[in-house]
């Protein structure tokens, strides 16, 4: 059985792309299928839609003043050639189709071929179905994992939604992962959703469900964020060197041997010393006073958020194999969440390099924060290192971000996968459209324009950029805005 026709073939015809002339219009996006030259139907989609007529300014002018003016009209098309598959690999004809040639709306079994959608059992993460169609993309985790992800969309285009569907996945996959979470909102998945609606929960075979056994929390601040065990970091475990990271101390040069100095005089008096201790001692010190000041007072500072003490969190804790750990940052100083980040990060890197700890996928929400592409935040060093090398140990990295201009593009360009709510700020849009290899104008422009709960998939094991719906959550959502006025 033949598919629809809905147009035909015009012009000139180039190996790239093809104009058309359309019966009906058609939604940009909405992929269609050519015969070529050797009888292999062949995958399009169609970039761009137009409204041609005869309707000239004065001819308007009459329908202005009540007059009746009679309009011919025509839909015209430009679409790009997607390919077929052939032993496993998605190939374009070598020969332009021929001028004429008819154009059908594409059957969804050679829509699911040519794009790769297909079931990536104990590896695929389903976040939802191709838009228009009842077709599942999953994402390979081992791809995103290996090539890295970013998460980018503007202000509440449903950014934390979508990553909180990533996260059942992979709760469900049994993914070792642990997200910074700046704002506390990601302790919601715990528990399952109140409810879904009956005919979204059919067509996206979604059911309720929360991963309570599978979530550890940790936050600097349990009085604000009760449900988290206090995350602590220990005295005994920090060189010199991390000391000065810690601090937030980028001249480590200058200020490593008076580290070192200070931490040996403390532990001859006090093997087992507090912060209050260094503070005492580098007082103390006479010669070189302004360089031990500077290091009191930025003692003083961490003494105050309680992060240093004998006896730290253990890596064990915050990295448990199959299970997700939420370091809950909500209430602390932006400084201290730069520490926090630093010093996580590094452990993460520097322990998954010798095998300590298992393959980890790293998630860091507002990471515009963690890593500017200006200014300098103290735990940009580590996330540019974890962003280029961290693949190669096993240490995924998931970059979200409301400001995707804002990001350092050493780490975003890092990021081979994609997913993309709608995106509005020129800037931010140029900074995607350059860090995307293969993504159309006409692309660029729907981004801007995407409804609430679409998203665009570039990458994640995908030889073409795809628009997806994205699935209900099974578990609770934390991200929801506060209404100032109530509903009435």
Known sequence: MTSEEVGRIYGDVGLGEFHLTLASPLERGEYLSVRDEHGRMVLCQ?????RQSDLNVE??????HGGSVDVSEAYNGRARILGYR????VRVPQIPFAPGASVHRAEEPLIAEVLGLKSNGNTGAYVGLLRGHNLKVELDINVLVQRHVSVLAKTGGGK???VGVLLEEFLRHKVTCVIIDPHGEYGSIR???????????ERFQVEPQGFRDQVNEFSPDTRLNTEAEPLTFSLSHLDAREFLTFL?????????APMKSLLDRTAIANPDYTVKDLIRVARGIEEGGSVYEMLAQRLDYIEETGLLGPKGTSL???????KMTILNLRGSAPDVQELVVTKVATSFFDQRKRGKIPPLFLVLEEAHNFCPQQGQAASSRILKTIASEGRKFGLGLCVVSQRPARVDKSVLSQCAAQLILQVTNPLDVRAIAQSIEGLTDGMTETIQGLPVGTCLVTGGGFATPLFCEVRPRSSRHGGESVKIVPNS
């Open 86 to 89: 052939e032993g496993g690999l």
């Open 316 to 322: 064990n804790e915050l990295v448990v194999p199959g």
């Open 46 to 50: 169609l970039d761009d839609v137009q």
């Open 191 to 201: 528990y399952k959703t109140e409810h879904i609606p009956k005919e979204r929960s």
């Open 160 to 162: 934390s939604y979508l």
């Open 248 to 256: 937030g101390i980028q001249n480590v040069r200058g200020y490593l």
């Open 59 to 64: 001819r308007a002018a009459q329908l202005v």
